[in-house]
C-alpha cells in the first residue's frame, strides 16, 4: 500500500510545551480536535493534557458537520465517519460493515464534506475554527497494544484481529488526513505522543501555516484607526513598489499591486516574465487573481514553453531549492538556492528577498498595455484557426459531413505512421512518435469541450502542430461527462469527437488519440447507474444513422493504446500487473485480459488492493527497454477533486497521473528535458466566444 503522507511531513519546528505534550506554537488548546484509528492512543493523550473526557463522533459525508454539538467541548478525542462505496450512511473502520467486509471497502473521498472558507468578520471561518490531529503509530505498534489490552478486558473492536486490518484502518486515516490538507484545513499528524508533531508539506511548499510558527510580539496601538485596521484584518505595514520601465533594484520586503500590466524581473543571468492571469469571457468578480510565471510575454515561434502559477493565498520559493521551478526555468548558478519569495496577496505580490540571495533583484515594466481589456493577438488567432479547421462555428456536424469525416479519419488511423503492424497486417496497439517532436499529453476531458478549446487556443500550440514542431496525445475518455445533471446528456460527448475528429484529419501525424474505457458502446460503461456507452450509441444512431455507428466502432477499433518514446511511456490508465514483451504490447487486441488491465485498472490503495504498483510501473518500462524513473503518465484515476494533475502519484517516481475534465478548467503536461512539466489553464466559455467570432 502506497503511503500518501510518504516524504510529506515536515517537523512543525515552533512549539509550546501544553502538560508535557509538544503542540502547534499559535495552537489555542480549544482548536484541538484528536483523532486516529483505534489503538492509536487518543484516550490516554485527552486524559494527559486534561482534555474533554467523552469520546465523540463526527459523521464527515454529512453537510454542516462542522457544527455538530460533538464539537462543542474541546480538546477531545473525535472518531470519524468514512464515505465508502456502496454505502449511503457513513462508516467507522470499527463497524461490524466495514471489518466483515470480503474486500476492503472502497473510500470515496470526494463525499466529504468540506466546511465553507470565509474571510468576513461578520462569518465564521470554520476551517480555522478547529486543528486536526491526526495520531498515526506505526501499525505494528498499534497491533501489539491492542493485543495487549485485549487480554485485559473485553473490547469489541479488537475482536478476530489481525496486522492487516489494523494497517488498513491507519491508511483509510492517512488517506482522510491528506485529502483534508488538500482541501486547506488544517491539520497536522503525530506518529506517537512522545513524538513531534509534523505538518504536511510537499515538495516546494513553503507555505506554513499560522498556528505552526512563532507568534509575533507586535501589539496594534488601538488609539488610531491604522490600529484598528490591523487588529480587524491583520494587515501589516508593507512598502509599496512602484513599477517603471527602468530597471530598479529590489532591497527590502514589498508590495508589488495587481494592475493589469506585465512586469520582468532579472535575477542574475535569468530573466523571468510576471502577468496576470486573466482568463476570457469571465465576469471580473469571478476572475481569481492569479499570476503567471514565464520567460517572455507570448508564446514562442520555435519551441512550447512552460509556466508557473501563483495562485491567491499561495508562497512560492523562487531559487534553484524549489525543483518544479528549475525543471520549468532551468536556473544558472547565478541564481541562490533560495533566491526570494512572492506570496499573491489577493491579486498583489509580496516579494521577499531571501539572506542567502547571490545576486540583485530587479524589477522593469514589460509593455504598458492592460491585459484585462484585450485578447492576446496569439489567442486571437489559434480562435481563427479553430474556426477555420472546424469550417465554420463549433456545433454538431450535419450527418453527411460527420460520416465523411470520420471516414478520413479511419482511413488516415489504417495506415498511420509510428505503428507497427500486427501479426495480421493491422496497426499495432503500440504508438511511437519521433523524439524530436515536443510532447503534450492530456488526460481525460469527459466531454468538457470548453477544456480542449483552452488547450488548443494556448501555447501558439495550433502553429507548432502545423510546423509539425509538436504533438499533441489524448489519453482516451473524451467523451461522457462526469458532472451530475449532465452525465445522460450526449449531444457533448458527440460535439467533442466531432472537434477531435477534426483535428485529427487536420493533423493526421501528430494530433493522437489513444483508447480509454469508455471509448465504447458497452452496458457495463456507466457512472451513477447511468449506461453513458449504450446511451452513446443510440443518440449516435438517432442523428446520424448506423453507418455512422459503424464507422465509430471501427475508429474504437482502430486506436492505439500505448504511448513510447525514447523518454515518455503512456496509456490510459495502468500498466500490466505481469511482465509483457514489446511483441504483445503491438498485438495487445489478441489478449483482452491486458487490454482490460491497461484501460481499468487503477492505482494500489488501501480499498483497492487489485491496483498496480511501483514493481509493475517498473516492469512495465523494462518490457518496453526504457531507463529506470522514464515518465510514465496515466489518466483514468484522479487521485482528488482539487486538482488535476499528480507527480509521483503514489510515491512512485516518474509515474504522473493527469485529468484534463475539470470543470474550472484543464490541465496537461508538457514534456521539457525528460521531464513531465505540468500546465493548467482557467475555464473559460470558449465554445461561445468562438461561435460568437465572425
Known amino acids: 500500500m502506497t503511503d500518501p503522507l510518504k516524504r510529506k511531513l515536515v517537523p512543525i519546528e515552533d512549539l509550546q510545551d501544553i502538560r508535557g505534550v509538544k503542540l502547534p506554537a499559535r495552537l489555542k488548546f480549544v482548536q484541538l480536535v484528536v483523532t486516529g484509528p483505534p489503538g492509536a492512543g487518543k484516550t490516554y493523550y485527552i486524559n494527559k493534557v486534561h482534555g474533554w473526557p467523552n469520546e465523540g463522533y463526527v459523521d464527515l459525508t454529512r453537510k454542516g458537520w462542522w457544527k455538530d454539538q460533538t464539537l462543542t467541548y474541546r480538546p477531545r478525542e473525535i472518531h470519524l465517519g468514512f464515505p465508502f462505496k456502496g454505502f449511503d450512511e457513513a462508516l467507522t ?7 466483515e467486509a470480503e474486500e476492503p471497502l472502497y473510500l470515496e473521498l470526494k463525499r466529504i464534506q468540506i466546511p465553507p472558507a470565509s474571510n468576513s468578520i461578520f462569518q465564521t471561518n470554520w476551517r480555522k475554527r478547529y486543528i486536526f ?212 496577496i489577493k491579486g498583489d505580490l509580496k516579494l521577499t528577498p531571501l539572506s542567502d540571495t547571490a545576486t540583485a533583484i530587479q524589477i522593469v515594466r514589460s509593455g504598458d498595455q492592460d491585459v484585462r481589456e484585450r485578447i492576446g493577438t496569439n489567442r486571437y488567432n489559434a480562435i481563427l484557426a479553430i474556426r477555420e479547421i472546424y469550417g465554420g462555428a463549433l456545433t454538431m456536424l450535419p450527418p453527411d459531413e460527420a460520416l465523411s469525416t470520420i471516414k ?89 469527437m466531432d472537434l477531435i475528429f477534426k483535428m485529427k484529419s487536420h493533423f493526421p501525424e501528430n494530433f493522437f488519440y489513444l483508447l480509454g474505457n469508455h471509448d465504447c458502446f458497452e452496458a457495463g460503461i456507466s457512472k451513477n447507474g447511468i449506461s453513458q456507452g449504450l446511451l452513446m450509441r443510440k443518440r449516435l444512431r438517432e442523428l446520424r444513422g448506423d453507418d455512422y455507428v459503424a464507422e465509430m466502432q471501427t475508429f474504437y477499433d482502430l486506436l492505439p493504446m ?77 487521485l482528488d477533486p482539487f486538482k488535476s494533475y499528480w507527480k509521483n502519484a503514489g510515491n512512485i517516481k516518474g509515474h504522473h497521473i493527469i485529468y484534463s475534465g475539470h470543470p474550472d478548467g484543464p490541465s496537461l503536461f508538457l514534456q521539457i528535458r525528460k521531464k513531465m512539466i505540468p500546465l493548467s489553464y482557467p475555464a473559460e466559455p470558449l465554445l461561445k466566444i468562438i461561435n460568437e467570432v465572425k
Not at 480542449?452 to 461522457?480: F, K, P, T, W, Y
Not at 490510459?572 to 503491438?586: G, L, S, W
Open 408 to 496: 478520413e479519419v479511419n482511413e488516415a488511423l489504417a495506415h498511420q505512421p509510428y505503428r507497427e503492424k500486427t501479426d495480421t497486417g493491422d496497426p499495432g496497439a503500440l504508438l511511437e512518435p519521433p523524439e524530436e517532436l515536443k510532447l503534450l499529453i492530456v488526460g481525460d476531458l469527459h466531454a468538457q469541450v470548453d477544456n480542449l478549446l483552452r488547450i488548443l487556443n494556448e501555447q501558439c500550440l495550433l502553429a507548432h502542430l502545423a510546423a509539425n514542431r509538436a504533438c499533441l496525445v489524448i489519453l482516451g475518455d473524451a467523451v461522457h461527462s462526469e458532472i451530475p445533471k449532465e452525465m445522460e446528456d450526449m449531444d457533448s460527448s458527440i460535439l467533442m
Open 562 to 638: 500505448v504511448l513510447r518514446t525514447d523518454s515518455c511511456l503512456a496509456c490510459h490508465a495502468a500498466p500490466p500487473r505481469k511482465a509483457i514483451t514489446r511483441e504483445k504490447v503491438v498485438n495487445l487486441r489478441s489478449y483482452p485480459k491486458i487490454c482490460n488491465e491497461i484501460l481499468t485498472n487503477r492505482l494500489k490503495r488501501s480499498h483497492y488492493l487489485a491496483g498496480y504498483d511501483k514493481r509493475d510501473v517498473k516492469q512495465f518500462r523494462k518490457s518496453l527497454q526504457l531507463p529506470k524513473r522514464t515518465p510514465f503518465v496515466v489518466g483514468h484515476t484522479p
Open 133 to 344: 490531529e491526526f495520531l498515526l503509530p506505526d501499525p505494528k505498534k498499534i497491533f501489539k497494544r491492542r493485543q495487549e489490552r485485549h487480554k485485559e478486558g473485553y473490547f469489541p473492536v479488537d475482536k478476530n484481529l489481525t496486522l492487516d486490518m489494523v494497517v488498513r484502518q491507519s491508511d483509510i486515516y492517512r488517506e482522510v488526513a491528506f485529502y483534508m490538507h488538500k482541501a486547506q484545513m488544517q491539520v497536522y499528524v503525530r506518529e506517537g505522543l512522545s513524538k513531534p508533531p509534523m505538518r504536511i508539506a510537499e515538495k516546494n511548499d513553503v507555505n506554513v501555516p499560522e498556528w505552526a510558527t512563532a507568534g509575533s510580539d507586535f501589539r496594534p496601538d488601538l488609539t488610531t484607526f491604522f490600529g484598528w485596521k490591523w487588529l480587524i484584518f491583520r494587515e501589516d505595514p508593507i512598502e509599496w513598489f512602484t513599477v517603471t520601465d527602468q530597471l530598479q533594484i529590489l532591497k527590502n520586503e514589498c508590495r508589488l499591486p495587481h494592475d493589469g500590466k506585465t512586469f520582468e524581473m532579472v535575477i542574475g543571468e535569468q530573466k523571468l516574465v510576471f502577468r496576470p492571469e486573466i482568463p476570457l469571457g469571465v465576469k471580473k468578480k469571478n476572475i481569481k487573481k492569479n499570476w503567471l510565471v514565464g520567460t517572455s510575454k507570448s508564446c514562442s515561434d520555435d519551441t512550447i514553453q512552460a509556466f508557473a502559477r501563483i495562485r491567491v493565498g499561495e508562497t512560492v520559493l523562487i531559487g534553484r531549492d524549489n525543483q518544479q521551478y528549475d525543471e520549468i526555468f532551468h536556473f544558472s548558478k547565478s541564481v541562490a538556492r533560495r533566491h526570494l519569495t512572492v506570496t499573491n
Open 93 to 99: 473502520v470499527f463497524d461490524k460493515e466495514w471489518l
